[in-house]
T-cell receptor, first 115, second 114 residues
Framework: DTGVSQNPRHKITKRGQNVTFRCDPI?????LYWYRQTLGQGPEFLTY????????KSRLLSDRFSAERPKGSFSTLEIQRTEQGDSAMYLC?????????????FGPGTRLTVL | AQTVTQSQPEMSVQEAETVTLSCTYD???????LFWYKQPPSRQMILVIR??????QNATENRFSVNFQKAAKSFSLKISDSQLGDTAMYFC???????????FGAGTILRVKS
């Protein structure tokens, strides 16, 4: 069990560019979540997948954001036409479905800076 | 919608002493889950402790324990014998039964002093 991994760890981009982040969940975890965390705040939910199906999206996820989990394993989060307000830490978490709610395990995050 | 409130932005404690972090939440659900996560500086979020609302017994994990008051919608974290490695941001989080997303509080920065 190697834990949740995220790449890249840091990304600096210019306003208007597109960026893509990757998350590899814990093996056999069927649920994968994306959160956004701004400085000094708690994480805010963006979206989640069960296997390859995207089951819920927050209204925070504007149409510039898209997430995929094509084979039910790793996931990508793409932000198109980045804005300075997109600067944040993007966290990925995974869990395995149990009888009740799952415990989510977090990755180290990708810190995005939009200049 | 559920909300989670952590009213202490920052706290400090001397090494080896005990500290309690506060958390209140609002929900109309009867069954749910509550979590405390720890986020050390520049490091990833780690689960500290978890409480099921249908269990009356307070959860404990070594030096960490909770005081869960369901009627008051309160979920405080007690850290005994504080260690320098406990220095971190602590987040309280709410999860619905059979739910998916977690709702987090704004966090409490805990500094353990030697």
């Amino acid at each position: 069990d190697t834990g949740v991994s995220q790449n890249p760890r840091h990304k600096i981009t210019k306003r208007g560019q597109n960026v893509t982040f990757r998350c590899d969940p814990i093996s056999e975890h069927n649920r994968l979540y994306w959160y956004r965390q701004t400085l000094g705040q708690g994480p805010e939910f963006l979206t989640y997948f069960q296997n390859e199906a995207q089951l819920e999206k927050s209204r925070l996820l504007s149409d510039r954001f898209s997430a995929e989990r094509p084979k039910g394993s790793f996931s990508t989060l793409e932000i198109q036409r980045t804005e300075q307000g997109d600067s944040a830490m993007y966290l990925c978490a995974s869990s395995i479905t149990g009888a009740h709610t799952d415990t989510q395990y977090f990755g180290p995050g990708t810190r995005l800076t939009v200049l | 919608a559920q909300t989670v409130t952590q009213s202490q932005p920052e706290m400090s404690v001397q090494e080896a002493e005990t500290v309690t972090l506060s958390c209140t939440y609002d929900t109309s659900e009867n069954n749910y889950y509550l979590f405390w996560y720890k986020q050390p500086p520049s490091r990833q979020m780690i689960l500290v402790i978890r409480q099921e609302a249908y269990k009356q017994q307070n959860a404990t994990e070594n030096r960490f324990s909770v005081n869960f008051q369901k009627a008051a919608k309160s979920f405080s974290l007690k850290i005994s014998d504080s260690q320098l490695g406990d220095t971190a941001m602590y987040f309280c989080a709410f999860g619905e039964e059979y739910g998916n997303k977690l709702v987090f509080g704004a966090g409490t920065i805990l500094r353990v002093k030697s």
